[in-house]
């Protein structure tokens, strides 16, 4: 478990953590009526700095799950940003972290809906290492879930009430002995993870589900999309992917904010390509690790600086 924060934006500044609160009555933790967002923060020790990865296209996710929640936050991507970085300077970190901004219905009320309720956003921010424990190689189920289609609730959204179809399918796979599963949708095609998008190496191509199936549209999936294109030079098709095509891949893993990049090595006991992590995505999540602590020139955009450098000695 992780410690809870000493500070969370909330009701429109920073406060401790202890008076961050909201009444049993409220809307979002009756009916799930929220929708947040899952940033990280990286240490880069040589620079003393801690490196926020691509905050501003986690807020553009952010502000579209509000909108699809019929929500208005009054506040736009570079605000969001703002605030986050005045949260962490307030925190103090120096080590890796996790970041969770979270909007909410915030009305103490009954009677679920979307509209005529106010909405309300709080930020904290947590230290945080490893989501997943196998890393290197996880052993997966196919879930005897179903992932929420987008006429049931839009996956697209990081909607909160949704994360109970993530929270069935997590637990089942955990009690069952695996470290993860993944989820077909209604029409039986591969989704996702419980947190996690999917990728697959066939053939020498790299394969993902569309955004059209039923998945967050993550910012690491982006992020690998970019990089296989652009940095390891090889194809990458979005198409949906059936269940076996799963047990013939030459290379499976998970991407995401907490997951990073993750091989899945087994699925229901069947080996996935030599059984141990392939070259594809070892070579990816070298290549990751250094981009998101800020040691890659070419995309130090994506590292938003959280401390003002300290003055060299000469000014
Ligand atoms: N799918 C789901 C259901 C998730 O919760 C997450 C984590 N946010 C992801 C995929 C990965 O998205 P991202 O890369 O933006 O963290």
Redesign the pocket.
């Known amino acids: 478990m992780s410690a809870v924060p000493s500070y969370a934006f909330f009701e429109g500044r920073i406060v401790p953590y202890s008076e961050a609160k909201v009444g049993v009555m409220t809307h979002t933790l009756n009916y799930g009526t929220g929708c947040f967002?899952?940033l990280r923060g990286y240490w880069n020790e040589d620079e003393a700095q801690l490196l926020v990865f691509r905050p501003r296209d986690?807020y553009r996710?952010f502000l579209q799950s509000a909108r699809l929640l019929c929500m208005e936050l009054g506040m736009d991507e570079e605000g969001l940003v703002n605030i986050t970085l005045e949260l962490l300077r307030a925190e103090g970190l120096r080590q890796d972290c996790y970041i969770r901004p979270l909007a909410y219905k915030a009305d103490e009320t009954i009677g679920v809906r979307l509209h005529d309720l106010h909405d309300a956003l709080t930020i904290f921010a947590v230290p945080f290492g490893r989501y997943v424990d196998n890393e290197e190689g996880a052993h997966v189920t196919i879930s005897s879930w179903r992932r929420v289609s987008d006429n049931t609730i839009p996956?697209r959204g990081?909607i909160t009430g949704a994360?109970v179809n993530?929270a069935f399918v997590k637990t089942d796979a955990q009690r069952a002995g695996y470290d993860e599963a993944l989820v077909l949708n209604r029409d039986g095609h591969v989704a996702?993870?419980?947190?996690?998008?999917l990728f697959m190496l066939r053939d020498g191509v790299v394969i993902t589900p569309p955004v059209t199936d039923n998945?967050?549209?993550?910012?690491?999936?982006?992020?690998i999309i970019s990089l296989v294109r652009d940095e390891l030079g090889m194809p990458v098709v979005e198409r949906s992917i059936d269940r076996s095509e799963l047990y013939l891949a030459d290379e499976l893993w998970f991407?995401?904010?907490?997951?990073q990049i993750a091989a899945i090595t087994r699925i229901d006991h069947r080996p996935i390509g030599s059984g141990k992590m392939g070259p594809l995505v070892s070579d990816l999540r070298e290549l990751y690790f250094d981009i998101v602590r800020g040691r890659v020139a070419k995309y130090r955009h994506w590292n938003t600086p959280v401390y003002v450098p300290e003055a060299s000695a000469a000014d």
């Open positions: 967002g899952g986690h996710r996956a990081k994360y993530s996702e993870g419980s947190a996690e998008n998945v967050l549209e993550g910012i690491t999936r982006r992020t991407s995401g904010t907490g997951v």
